[in-house]
T-cell receptor, first 116, second 114 residues
Framework: ELKVEQNPLFLSMQEGKNYTIYCNYSTTSDRLYWYRQDPGKSLESLFVLLSNGAVKQEGRLMASLDTKARLSTLHITAAVHDLSATYFCAVDGEWSSGGGADGLTFGKGTHLIIQP | KAGVTQTPRYLIKTRGQQVTLSCSPISGHRSVSWYQQTPGQGLQFLFEYFSETQRNKGNFPGRFSGRQFSNSRSEMNVSTLELGDSALYLC?????????????FGQGTRLTVV
């Protein structure tokens, strides 16, 4: 069974601090996705990581992928209150005989609160 | 360019009823997937459609079904609703779901079963 584990699941931090969210997965997939979800809202695509060693940055967020370790990280630099949200990592499901991946498998999400 | 559109945004249904949710993907996207989000189980894959065919299916009972039309719009249906079906149902579209798998999500339909 494909598993995606995020940690921590809950993180409260102060503005200006740095922190890292970890995402471990059990599949051999080399694609990994990060999403952001605000309360009561949908999922916003943040990063698509498509190969080993991929690193992408957008503003104060940077994501990386190590497919050999089956690990992705989402690093937050000098956090600001607007980054408060729940962050999910996801991987493609197993490839099916019908074609395509068997849906995305998500981690449980990291609920991030950034205190002013 | 318009995003993924889901209707309705909110629904309240009674146990035993059935419900149909609609999803219009991003123009040009041919793969449409559906997900259920609950506080207890998180985000779970329901099924994926491509070119009017169900290509993949998650581990949900047969009460959950869907279809896709020639314009890539998709509907999902839940029959004989149970209290546990209360959830946020999210639709996502991608170009083809194989080589281009980045999924863009709609705003979701919040279903409450009473």
């Amino acid at each position: 069974e494909l598993k995606v584990e995020q940690n921590p699941l809950f993180l409260s931090m102060q503005e200006g601090k740095n922190y890292t969210i970890y995402c471990n997965y059990s599949t051999t997939s080399d694609r990994l996705y990060w999403y952001r979800q605000d309360p009561g809202k949908s999922l916003e695509s943040l990063f698509v990581l498509l190969s080993n060693g991929a690193v992408k940055q957008e503003g104060r967020l940077m994501a990386s992928l190590d497919t050999k370790a089956r690990l992705s990280t989402l690093h937050i630099t000098a956090a600001v209150h607007d980054l408060s949200a729940t962050y999910f990592c996801a991987v493609d499901g197993e490839w099916s005989s019908g074609g395509g991946a068997d849906g995305l498998t998500f981690g449980k999400g990291t609920h991030l609160i950034i205190q002013p | 360019k318009a995003g993924v559109t889901q209707t309705p945004r909110y629904l309240i249904k009674t146990r035993g009823q059935q419900v149909t949710l609609s999803c219009s993907p991003i123009s040009g996207h041919r793969s449409v997937s559906w997900y259920q989000q609950t506080p207890g189980q998180g985000l779970q894959f329901l099924f994926e459609y491509f070119s009017e065919t169900q290509r993949n299916k998650g581990n949900f009972p047969g009460r959950f079904s869907g279809r896709q039309f020639s314009n890539s719009r998709s509907e999902m249906n839940v029959s004989t609703l149970e209290l546990g079906d209360s959830a946020l149902y999210l639709c996502a579209s991608s170009l083809d779901g194989i080589w281009n798998t980045e999924a863009f999500f709609g705003q979701g339909t919040r279903l409450t079963v009473v």
